[in-house]
């Protein structure tokens, strides 16, 4: 049990870092908004079946909802800011953080997909 949690946090911390989920080697950034298509170190597979990326982007809508309701509640709430001011600052955060979040999103659902059925191999075709 100790070991599988620590294999969590060492898989999340890679996630943070946008490090492969499988061994953390390499960046799982080609260029911005472009993921790798594998790991160059242990060529875990990060583009995989058609659909594949609907993962990322599904984690990438429910953080921004969650950091949306939580600025929303703390700037009513705490802050005691106006409605209006609440709703134009929170418009803006609902079109930066999702692009901001872009690369994290995809490295969150690598390592919940690592965590849970691991990451096939890639296997480059031979031409001949
Ligand atoms: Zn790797």
Redesign the pocket.
Known sequence: MEADRRSILKVLSRALRLR???????SLIQRPFHIKHH??????LFKREEGFFVGAILANVITTEFVILVVCLVSLLVVGASYQTVLVGLFILALIFPLLFFHHSWSLWLAFDYLIESLPKYKEIDPR
């Open positions: 492969c989920p499988a061994c953390g080697r390499s790991c160059p170190s242990c060529r875990s």
